[in-house]
């Protein structure tokens, strides 16, 4: 991999890790379009590597709400930003569960072409679609003068089962924040909440992940296919990208503008397909 190839990679991350079109599935396309021919793990090292740009984005542009919610947890203060965190960790127990139990099974999807991220952007654009048919049109006639996003707030069990959409979108080509935040829309969570939420609840997957990485390229257990620079370029690029792609989301989302996505995951998904 060359520095424009990752520059490229990491550029493509940015948008899509918050955008519900999903980023793994579109670096998987980028990989055969620049006809990069990585190893499963050494595919899957760069992604890790750039979802951790774009984690460390989220941070900087939610810092604001980030920060009270980490006083708050590890000062044991039990106010509604301790329960926050907590059930940020609850939605995590799915995606801890197949990231100790099915890591070699989820590796062999990475690198291994595009017929999967073909099947699973149609999967993706589906259930955007779904969600916002079933639940969009009544936010946007809601009465004059109340509340512009029904529903109700996060509970332990919305969180778990968000958590379980988190986990199923391990695969490339299913959107990571599309099956978080359409999963919420779905069970009647409010969507200017969810969207926030989607956002938090990916950061400790993807630093626990990294850290694994980082274990084993001190122990010499790393494939070493990719070069420092390279690696360093990608990751500027997807956070800078993904600073800017985290404003655009949340926008998008209080909006209810997400079928747009359906359409475009639907119509690359019958192209990854055909070809």
């Not at 080509?173 to 099956?179: P, Q």
Request: net charge neutral; aromatic share 12%.
């Amino acid at each position: 991999m060359d520095t424009l190839q990752a520059l490229i990679m990491g550029i493509v991350q940015g948008l899509a890790e918050y955008l519900p079109i999903s980023s793994s599935g579109h670096l998987e396309i980028c990989r055969e379009i620049l006809g990069l021919d990585l190893p499963a793990e050494a595919a899957l090292e760069f992604d890790v590597t750039l979802h951790v740009a774009t984690v460390l984005s989220t941070i900087v542009v939610l810092w604001r709400e980030f920060l009270p919610l980490c006083t708050s947890f590890f000062t044991f203060k039990r106010d509604s930003n301790f329960y926050y965190v907590c059930k940020i960790l609850v939605s995590c127990i799915p995606v801890a569960i197949v990231g100790l139990c099915f890591k070699d099974f989820v590796e062999q999807f990475f690198g291994s072409g595009l017929l999967t991220v073909g099947i699973c952007l149609c999967i993706t654009a589906a259930l955007l679609a779904f969600s916002y048919f079933y639940r969009t049109r009544p936010l946007i006639n809601a009465p004059a003068g109340s509340h512009p996003y029904k529903g109700r707030d996060i509970t332990w069990i919305d969180a778990f089962v968000i958590g379980c959409a988190q986990a199923v979108a391990v695969l490339p080509g299913l959107s990571r924040s599309g099956s978080t935040i359409a999963t919420g829309i779905i069970i009647g969570d409010r969507r200017d909440l969810l969207a926030r939420f989607s956002f938090f609840m990916v950061i400790i997957p993807i630093l626990g992940e990294a850290l694994l990485d980082c274990k084993k390229i001190i122990a010499g257990e790393s494939s070493g296919n990719i070069e420092f620079i390279p690696l360093l370029v990608g990751f500027l690029a997807s956070f800078i990208v993904g600073c800017l792609a985290c404003k655009w989301m949340l926008k998008i989302v209080q909006r209810g503008k997400m079928i747009w996505f359906a359409v475009y995951c639907l119509i690359v998904g019958i192209i990854c397909i055909i070809f």
